[in-house]
């Protein structure tokens, strides 16, 4: 068998020139850290804890995962994020998959590490509402925790840098599975459907969402004004000077996308139907100021929109088979 014939006829099959690196579509089989934190089981398992232990709130009732859940996309399935008390957030819970491969945190991309992201909604007053006084105090008066930290961190005194830096590593871990698109971009034509593979086609090619959502994690990693019409000020409440900031926020993972509902920062579309259809016509106030010059309206006639959510639904994979402990340190 000539091997330079085939390999033209398999990049032909799933869409792709011969000429184009498919290892950008590709999920790394390595997890990025930063020095200091690297990934170890035991940091692993008690970052799990701390993830899932609603102890570590002003109410008793809300932990990280009650934003973030695995059953439900590891978002919440709420237009607005809901923490103690029930005192509603004005943005609505991203997932958090994939994470580990983002550079920027948070809808305006305010933290830079998945550590200094951690410590935020513990001290956010629409969320979990502690001191860090308080939360080290129920840390440290549990033998428990004290014995894991122990373990996981054993050349490090406990402080809240500890405590963010194993929640961190514990969210590394939260990475998508294989999913149809990952088999069929591999070579398998038959990993998706006929109506999967022309909405693919239309995703790079007419409705150009990979300006956006491009590589193996479907996100450009930036920031944009879709067009929404809200009063959110987004990226620019970094106090940063460049106008385009305003209303511009990080692009979102496509990721098991079908599983995350509610869309957008303010949480206000339900269904992957809508959603592509105001992506795809410029916004859903195309005359918004500021608006990001990637938006515009594509042309995309029902059938097309169709075939594009489709290819969307092929990059679900299998459910990531992290549970939430069945019980805690004591």
């Known amino acids: 068998m000539d091997i330079l014939k ?12 011969a000429s184009e690196d498919i290892s950008k579509w590709l999920i790394p089989k390595d997890i990025p850290f930063p020095k200091g934190n690297e990934i170890t089981p035991k940091r692993v398992e008690l970052g799990k804890y701390l993830y899932f232990d609603k102890r570590l709130s002003k109410s008793k009732e809300v932990s990280c995962a009650s934003c973030h859940d ?28 994939n994470t580990a491969f983002q550079t920027h945190q948070f809808w305006d991309g305010r933290s830079r590490s998945l550590e200094d992201q951690a410590l935020g909604p513990m001290q956010a007053d ?10 080290m105090d129920i840390i440290t008066s549990n033998q428990g925790y004290m014995k894991l930290f122990k373990e996981a961190y054993p050349d490090e005194k406990l402080t809240i840098d500890t405590v963010v830096k194993a929640i961190a590593t514990f969210e590394r871990t939260v990475i998508s599975k294989e999913a149809p698109f990952d088999k069929f971009i591999k070579g398998d034509k038959n990993a998706i459907s006929e109506d999967a593979k022309k909405g693919w086609e239309l995703f790079k090619g007419k409705a150009s969402c990979t300006t956006c959502h491009d590589g193996f ?19 620019q409440v970094l106090k940063m000077k460049r106008l385009a900031w305003k209303g511009a926020m990080k692009t979102p993972t496509l990721r098991y996308i079908d599983q995350s509902a509610p869309y957008f920062h303010d949480g206000s579309v339900y269904t992957l139907e809508e959603t592509t259809a105001i992506c795809s016509k410029g916004g859903r106030h195309p005359d918004t100021p500021n608006k990001s010059p990637d938006m515009k309206d594509r042309g995309l006639n029902d059938k097309e929109m169709a075939f594009i959510n489709e290819f969307l639904k092929t990059l679900t994979g299998p459910d990531l088979g992290i549970e ?7």
Do not use: Y
């Open 6 to 17: 085939v390999i033209p006829a398999v990049f032909l099959a799933i869409g792709l020139s």
């Open 70 to 97: 695995p059953k439900l996309g590891w978002s919440d399935a709420k237009q607005k994020a809901v923490g103690v008390h029930g005192r509603v957030g004005s943005r609505n819970s991203p997932t958090i998959i």
């Open 217 to 235: 994690n479907f996100t450009d990693g930036s920031f944009h004004n879709i067009g929404l019409g809200d009063d959110d000020i987004g990226r």
């Open 126 to 135: 629409v969320e979990m509402d502690m001191e860090i006084k308080e939360v």
């Open 324 to 330: 939430e402990p069945r019980s805690f340190p004591q």
